[in-house]
């Protein structure tokens, strides 16, 4: 990492009442000074009249300065806090670096003050990454899934499970100097049941960083089906407001229209989109290839069908190709609409010869929509009962997790099974607590942790 102090604006762009300029290195009392006209206040707004190398006045300011290693990225922090244009924000960060020209001051990168506040030991990877999670939550539930990562509630758990593996190592590494004990050690010592505690403990861990995943990036669901079914009436109804175009017109909805929601919490990315058909229009065409793009990258795929209309080869034919458009990995839900053009009698007999266990529901009236709501987030995993105390988490987070409960299991079949490698066994645990290690950062490749933080935004 480079040791150049670094400046960039960490408000978002745009106008707005306030812009704020932030600054980091080691030793930048003398360039608070400069801006200051005197020596500032730890913690104190300090106000000031910023002016250009001519003279002229730029803005009046309030400066912060944080003293090392009392700041966020435990280096010397100073803030400048402006008025918020966008323009005038980047007159003052422009200003600045010129000042700080004699210090070093450089433009910082993506996520360049949450990577010093990383490596100085104020956060951990997992808080680290909490940041960016809350500052781009999209629900309420997310917002308080990424303030308890932020706390260091994921990172608490995952460091118990550490500090419990390591115990069981010092165990096991310790019996293998006294090779004719180490079972009957191993036996007196409980190793088998410290392990299952492990494992239960791990799995719970599962439980929750899996709901704080579908927390953080939410699912992206698509509403498909052949024209005029009602695919977007529902995508109004769930909105509940007039987003989409709705005409008896079949061929309405030409392009894709996105839009989100929350259910229960969960950010829900919907996707209205053109009817499946053939089609000489060329907008049309176009806008029908973009709903094949949405099938293959969607979670969840509502596919719709009109209740009023009996099925043909035509509906059979377009059910199988978003089958085998659709990832692997998806779900396909089968939604019958229009349930209040038809009576309970004629419902019946199309309800007991459909397959897939639809959903029945009507777009217009809303029937229907609490039990395809609660499709939907049964499918996606969701459980409401284990939400309020998720945290928000990521896929490498998973893949560790799973990976260490994977060494886990290998450990304990060397451990204890008819033939017993007590060294595969230490090995095992090893191998588990170095992959719990790359979620909070205490074992992680340079290039992984590059990656991680330029995702992050600038100034932040």
């Known amino acids: 990492m480079r040791k150049n102090p670094i400046a960039a604006i960490a408000t978002p762009p745009g106008a707005g009442g306030v812009g704020i ?25 300090h106000h000031t009249v910023l002016k250009d190398s001519q003279g002229s006045h730029i803005d009046e300011l309030l400066l912060i300065y944080f003293q090392s290693p009392a700041s966020f990225t435990g280096e010397d922090v100073i803030e400048l806090h402006c008025h918020g244009g966008a323009r005038l924000t980047q007159m003052v960060l422009n200003r600045a670096l010129e000042l700080g020209e004699e210090w070093g001051l450089e433009l910082a990168g993506p996520g360049e003050f949450s990577l010093r506040a990383y490596l100085n030991g104020k956060i951990d990877l997992a808080q680290a990454e909490a940041i960016a999670d809350l500052i781009g939550a999209q629900s309420d539930a997310a917002i308080r899934g990424a303030a ?9 758990r995952v460091n118990f499970l550490i500090e419990q593996i390591t115990q069981l ?7 293998l100097d006294f090779p004719e004990e180490e079972i009957e050690f191993l036996e007196a010592s409980k190793a088998r049941e410290q392990l299952s505690t492990i494992l239960r403990d791990l799995d719970a861990l599962v439980e929750k960083t899996e709901q704080g995943k579908i927390l953080r990036d939410g ?11 009602g695919k977007s009436s529902l995508l109004n109804c769930l909105l509940g407001e007039e987003r989409a175009i709705v005409t008896p017109i079949a ?4 392009d894709r229209i996105q839009e989100t929601i929350s259910l229960e919490g969960v950010p829900i990315h919907l996707t209205d989109t053109a009817g499946l058909r053939e089609s000489s229009d060329v907008v049309e065409q176009i806008g029908i290839e973009r709903t094949w793009d949405e099938i293959a990258n969607a979670d969840i795929i509502i596919f719709m069908r009109d209740l009023s209309q009996s099925q043909n080869h035509e509906d059979l034919e377009l059910e199988q190709k978003v089958k085998e458009c659709a990832d692997k990995r998806a779900h396909i839900v089968y939604v019958f609409n229009k349930l209040d053009l038809l009576d309970a009698t004629k419902i019946s007999p199309i309800e007991s010869a459909a397959q897939h266990d639809p959903v029945f529901i009507s777009a217009k009236t809303g029937v229907g929509l609490d039990q395809l709501k609660e499709r939907i987030l049964s499918l996606a995993g969701w459980q409401s009962n284990l939400a309020a105390g998720a945290f928000t988490a990521r896929d490498r987070h998973l893949v560790a997790i799973h990976k260490a409960k ?12 008819g033939n017993q490698r007590l060294e595969l066994f230490a090995e095992e645990l090893r ?14 490749p340079d290039e992984l ?8 935004c600038i100034g932040k």
């Open 21 to 45: 300029v932030r600054l980091s290195g080691e030793s930048l009392s003398g360039l608070a000074q400069k801006i200051l006209g005197k020596t500032p206040n730890p913690r104190y707004a």
């Open 219 to 229: 699912l992206r669901l698509a509403l498909v089906g052949a024209p005029n079914v």
């Open 406 to 417: 994977d060494h886990l299991l290998k450990a304990q079949i060397h451990g204890f099974s």
């Open 251 to 254: 061929g309405t909805t030409r």
């Open 148 to 156: 308890r990562s932020l706390q260091g509630q994921f990172s608490e």
């Open 169 to 175: 190592r010092i165990l096991v590494e310790s019996t």
């Open 431 to 444: 191998f588990a607590q170095d992959e719990l290690g790359l979620i909070t950062g205490k074992l992680l």
């Open 449 to 456: 942790l590059g990656k991680i933080f330029s995702e992050f």
